[in-house]
């Protein structure tokens, strides 16, 4: 009878480690898993990352562009509407000039 109990003691005993080596494989492997998923989401948010950049600084560089002709513009309006005030200052002032010639 101890024989048989000291037997069925063994076997479970080694079933145990059994099962301690398959659970320690299994975590590892789990481990691995996770290990690779987080660096696949880390290479996915750096790129990603990097493609927002883009769109950012290719959408500032527009708006920039945009503001920078908006800007030009209204400065060659303005150049143009203080040429044609100094024409109308020049005539006025050879019209002043004539007049007090010829006076």
Known sequence: MA??????????????????????????EITANAQRQATQLLENTNRQAEEDYRE?????????????????????REIQNHVASAENNINDAVTIIIGKVVN
């Open 3 to 28: 024989i048989e109990q000291i037997k069925l003691i063994k076997k479970a005993e080694e079933s145990a480690e059994q099962i301690r080596r398959e659970s320690n494989l299994k975590a590892k």
């Open 56 to 76: 950012a600084m290719a959408a500032a560089q527009d708006e920039a562009e945009q503001s920078y002709n908006s800007i030009l513009e209204r400065a060659k």
